[in-house]
């Protein structure tokens, strides 16, 4: 709820606009006491659309490599945002991908290397997990993770807009349920000829330590069951000292890679890992 000229003037940080800013905002807490005591309660979500970016590349890897359409499931899902990955558009370099009419665009958002833009897989499923999961579909899901977005930073609220508008035309599906009782749901049903990727982007240092070694217990289970027709990844974008690390582990086989490297919000993305066009199965179309 807008408080004032001068409440949105502090927004541009100068000294003089937040000072006049000042009386406005405590105003405005002190009459709304009662609302703002339980809006502290809810969880931190920021859902950040740009994590695709550095996830992107792993998902375009194991429909490359598998030649399979994708099974997504997501841990932390939120809202799903980043579980519609394949209705934005991506460029590196030269080379581009997704949809060329997509409101989210994310320009030179990877910065050093290209992901396996030369194939363009089939979803089959898209679900997610989150202890909050909040529907797209209702007005107060823009405005919580709105909340959650620092004020200057108006590129990400128009993307939280737009990504929110594809969510509600892009079905996917996220509970609410126990991290562990979930993902061990989920893979305990084997989906033929397709791959199942599990992923999740600055999740794990929000689940506590025996869930965390569960999930990766599962995941690793999981793998073993994991055959050329139902193959299994575990797609993971998660701290990393300074940054975050993009890793991807694939089953059958189990060979854990560093793809790339990102900030914690996605670009700029460091793609790493060796490809070429001629590496696994091509199974659609790249932009260039």
């Known amino acids: 709820q807008s408080t004032g000229t001068g409440a949105l003037l502090s927004f541009s940080g100068r000294r ?8 406005l905002f405590h105003a405005a ?10 809006l502290v309660l809810h969880p931190v ?32 899902a939120s809202a799903g945002l980043n579980l519609r990955w394949d209705h934005y558009w991506y460029q590196a370099g030269r080379s581009a991908w997704g949809d060329p009419q997509a409101p989210i665009r994310f320009e030179n958002a990877i910065s ?6 030369d194939c363009a897989p089939e979803i089959v499923e898209r679900a997610g997990w989150d202890p909050n999961p909040l529907d797209p579909n209702l007005p107060e899901t823009e405005l919580t993770l709105a909340s959650f977005v620092w004020p ?8 939280l807009r737009d990504a929110l508008a594809i969510a509600r035309r892009v079905p996917a599906r996220v509970d609410a349920a126990g991290a562990v009782d979930w993902l061990e749901a989920q893979l305990s049903m084997i989906v033929p000829a397709a791959a199942t990727v599990v992923f999740h982007s600055i999740v ?25 027709a139902s193959p299994v990844a575990w797609l ?28 914690f919000h996605g670009p700029p993305v460091r793609w790493l890992a060796v490809t070429s ?8 179309r790249g932009i260039p």
């Open 16 to 23: 003089t606009a937040a000072e006049e800013a000042w009386p």
């Open 236 to 263: 993971r974008m998660e701290r990393g000292g300074e940054q975050t690390e993009v890793r991807l582990t694939l089953w059958p086989g189990g060979e854990e890679r560093l793809l790339a490297t990102a900030a």
């Open 45 to 76: 979500q920021t859902n950040e659309v740009a994590r695709s970016c550095g996830l992107v590349g792993g998902f375009l890897l194991v429909a490359r490599e598998t030649g399979l359409p994708l099974r997504l499931l997501e841990l932390g």
């Open 277 to 284: 066009a001629t590496d696994g199965a091509r199974s659609g």
């Open 29 to 38: 807490v002190e009459q709304n006491a009662a609302m703002l005591r339980q």
């Open 112 to 117: 050093e290397g290209e992901p396996p833009f």
């Open 204 to 228: 794990m240092d929000y689940l506590p330590v025996e869930e965390r070694n569960r999930v990766r217990e599962l995941l690793h289970e999981a793998g073993q069951r994991a055959g050329a």
């Open 152 to 159: 200057d930073q108006v590129a990400r609220f128009h993307r």
